[in-house]
């Protein structure tokens, strides 16, 4: 479907340009199967939808993200920023979902200088172990160091960790995704699930870049995901220049040495008040002595 | 480090012609950390090793695969075989990892046949949520039906359950890692850990192709993984001609449409005695009354 207004997302970049248009093709998110379980009875269970959606930027395809549903047109943004093909949301005319095809058709204004060298390289995903342009994306790093406007106070660290569980999710429903959620100290900004830890995270990418300054600034941020803190986590965060990530799980050793490198305090294990702090400390305040 | 006698492993490929010449450039798997908990107190913990290991088939640079070490060379050997850029391992004449470079030499007997084409596709894979070539891929996969040669018992199953439980592993040392087995009835072949699951399961593949026919076969094998049943997972299972799948975790949307597909029968939520089957029931024989 067709917006002819720029969306409410939309209408909140208008400082920054002229704002794209978006669908809004949210689908169902879970999907009811029939299971047997260990006793033989049939049961009737839910699990997460999962689309196939294939992206086309200007008619040329460029790649079949797997996602839930619920935010394409966001996800697709936020890859195209987080894959580093667009400068900037302005340069997209529309984002145009269609569920019965399986595509996102996107229109940029102008099109996208150097495509062919942009698209050779795809961002390293230690997530699943396998990526590519390793070396390259490592070089860019080098210049990333994020700040902090003020350091996370543990109090903060464990609203943020209650406002996660309280959630309705579909990871509640049916399990199998994997959630990430944008916090300004404990405040809830967006909450997003897919069944990839990368859309998910993508999608906040994309959102981000529809909002004003105040919400695509990162210093004031904190990045919540439930995956594991791999390289492109920490990196997907730095690069929206937020400089604290918590995770429910642990971390990985590249992305424990790209977080001390690009300056993001990584906190892992945390749930309820338990917790690790990984790297740059000083980003964080012990104010809530534990019995 | 060079072999210049074929290795164990690859001399069990003897029958299927001349096998690849392997290194073993086996590493450290696991590292120590300085953390600060929820206590502000100092710890020392493990966490998994990760390391870029680039390939180079013929000297072209293929990937970088970010991996915990363990099996670097059926690692690569499984990546090229899942990726469809060898037909068999014959075609490979040695791989030699060296991790003071992190890159992997893999030389060939007489090149890849159509290497353009075959790198430009890569399989889709669900588990990130982010891949290409999905529609290619499922087109090949409409030829694709395992068989199997008998159907697995529960009483099978709880046996698989119970030895991966027991198995000596980095996730109980160090976490974040996924695991995925190769058994034959409740044998267990193989066990791998890797920081991506892909890895994981592109290292049992691998591995199988450097054994003989009676490891080759997969109508008589079970393929666990501590991950989700992701399409890419039920994929790989199903190239190596494996019936059953069977996961601690649940099963996406597209896992469950591919493993209804293939004929694989997928079950998930698999601990202790409770599991779910998702697909093909008929390959399962309930023989274990639980009170």
Chains 1, 2 share one sequence.
């Not at 900037?88 to 150097?114: C, L, N």
């Not at 004031?220 to 220049?241: H, W």
């Amino acid at each position: 479907m067709w917006l002819h207004e720029p969306t409410a997302f939309g209408a909140a970049l208008a400082p920054a340009g002229c704002p794209p248009r978006l669908s809004q093709a949210a689908a169902p998110l879970t999907r009811a199967v029939e299971v047997i379980n260990e006793f033989g009875q049939r049961r009737t269970m839910h699990i997460p939808a999962e689309r196939g959606l294939t992206v086309y930027v200007d008619k040329r395809e460029l790649v079949t993200l797997m996602t839930l549903g619920a935010h394409p047109e966001w996800l697709v943004l936020g890859y195209l920023r987080n894959q580093r093909l667009l400068d900037g949301p302005e340069q997209v005319e529309s984002i145009t979902v269609d569920w019965d095809v399986g595509a996102a058709a996107v229109r940029t204004r102008g099109g996208v200088t150097g495509w062919a060298e942009r698209t050779a390289q795809r961002i390293v995903t230690t997530g699943c172990g396998q990526g590519s342009m390793f070396g390259s994306l490592m070089e860019q790093l080098a210049s990333v160091r994020v700040q902090a406007a003020e350091p996370l106070r543990q109090s903060q660290l464990y609203a943020i960790l209650r406002t996660v569980r309280e959630q309705d999710s579909v990871y509640k429903q049916a399990g199998s995704v994997h959630g990430c959620a944008l916090f300004r100290g404990e405040e809830l900004l967006l909450f997003v699930e897919d069944v990839g830890r990368h859309n998910a995270v993508d999608t906040i990418a994309g959102w981000t870049w529809l909002q004003g300054e105040q919400v695509l600034r990162g210093d004031d941020k904190v990045f919540y995901t439930t995956g594991r803190l791999t390289s492109e986590m920490i990196i997907k965060a730095a690069q929206m220049g937020i400089p604290v990530v918590v995770s429910r799980s642990g971390i990985t050793q590249m992305g424990l040495e790209v977080a001390q490198q690009v300056g993001v305090c990584a906190i892992g294990r945390a749930t309820h008040t338990r917790f690790l702090c990984y790297t740059h400390p000083h980003r964080l305040v012990w104010d809530t002595p534990l019995s």
